[in-house]
Nanobody
Framework: QVQLVESGGGLGQPGRSLRLSCATS????????MGWYRRAPGKQRELVAS???????NFADSVKGRFAISRDLAKNVLYLEMNSLKPEDTAVYYC???????????WGQGTQVTVSS
């Protein structure tokens, strides 16, 4: 069973910030490229940010310059810092493996982010 527990979502106002957390295994953070995915209503799940084991990052064009991804290896947590929120960021956000092979079949419960004034 893959351990992926997302938290930190909620209601955010446009232009403001939210930080999401994903509690997971330190082994995953050290061995795999990890990422944040989101599924907006009526849309397919998409990868929005990834963090490789060497620390390199990649972002979807829709969030580039606004989102940051990081990890705390001491706490075994993957973070997504969401800045300059837009209504189109509204989605359920999930963390999972990214990169080669794509995500694991097992997903956490996700955390809902709603951006609205």
């Amino acid at each position: 069973q893959v351990q992926l527990v997302e938290s930190g979502g909620g209601l955010g106002q446009p232009g403001r910030s939210l930080r999401l957390s994903c509690a997971t295994s330190g082994r995953y953070l050290r061995l795999y490229t990890m990422g944040w995915y989101r599924r907006a209503p009526g849309k397919q799940r998409e990868l929005v940010a990834s963090l490789s084991i060497d620390g390199s990052t990649n972002f979807a064009d829709s969030v580039k310059g606004r989102f940051a991804i990081s990890r705390d290896l001491a706490k075994n947590v993957l973070y997504l810092e969401m800045n300059s929120l837009k209504p189109e960021d509204t989605a359920v956000y999930y963390c999972n493996k990214a990169g080669v092979g794509g995500p694991w079949d097992s997903w956490g419960q996700g955390t809902q982010v709603t951006v609205s004034s």
